[in-house]
């Protein structure tokens, strides 16, 4: 007897993407673990956020013009840990669980694996990331957030290839600018219609490891419309 998965979706990466797919598909009643490095980065913006923010959204539920930081993240992470159905994981994903040609989970540098026939990687700027402020270099995706070295050296061991992509922070509120070079997947890895990546069976992407750049709008359209894709995928099953 095939043992049951922990949940039927795992999105690593709590963003403005990975955590409206993650709260859009709990609503349809999809069992989904929504995996972190860091609980405290939840839906946590570092420019003040721009409507119109779309329709159904968490960001048109908890946002309003100009709010940013701590307030935001604070809103959306209340919604999200009392969704039923919605499990929030503080966990360093640094490989995936196969079943042969497919996704089956992740693997943790904590140590716990989680189980799902279905992951989505959102990882954002934090795949094999470079940040520059003026001529001090360090290993992150954004200031102060710890990188996935260790997730991307494995997808790249599996084949994937990636482009560099670039962004620039500027200064505000006390907190330095900086700029961020990072990894997403390259356009023939990932089908922008289906958000899947290719090489595996039952593992997909979203948000800026992606699309590289976007408003956090965008990313939250993308991630509505991921969930959307999914729940075909998920009933399936």
């Not at 590289?212 to 990313?219: L, W």
Request: one cysteine or more.
């Amino acid at each position: 007897m095939t043992p049951i998965a922990d949940y039927d979706v795992l999105i690593v990466g709590a963003g403005f993407a990975g955590s409206e797919a993650a709260y859009a598909l709990a609503k349809r009643g999809v069992r989904v673990g929504l995996v972190t490095t860091s609980l405290d980065s939840v839906f946590l913006p570092f420019t003040p956020i721009q409507a119109p923010f779309p329709s159904g959204s968490l960001l048109a539920e908890v946002g309003q013009e100009g709010l940013k930081g701590w307030e935001l993240h604070s809103r959306a992470k209340y919604r999200l840990e009392n969704q039923p159905n919605l499990h929030l994981l503080q966990l360093s994903v640094t490989g995936l669980l196969l079943e042969g040609q497919a996704v089956a989970g992740i693997r943790s540098w904590e140590g716990p694996r989680k189980t799902a026939p279905v992951v989505v990687l959102a990882v954002g700027s934090f795949l094999l990331p470079r940040l520059y402020i003026g001529s001090v270099a360090e290993e992150a995706g954004r200031l102060s957030e710890v990188a996935y070295p260790d997730l991307y050296q494995y997808l790249q061991q599996l084949g994937f290839a990636f482009i560099t992509q670039g962004a620039q922070v500027a200064e505000q509120s006390g907190t330095p600018g900086y700029r961020v070079e990072y990894q997403v997947f390259a356009p023939g890895e990932w089908d922008s219609a289906t958000f899947r990546l290719h090489r595996l069976g039952g593992l997909y992407a979203v948000g800026l490891c992606v699309l590289g750049q976007g408003t956090y709008a965008q990313m939250a359209e993308e991630g509505m419309r991921l969930a959307e894709s999914l729940q075909t995928t998920v009933n399936r099953r």
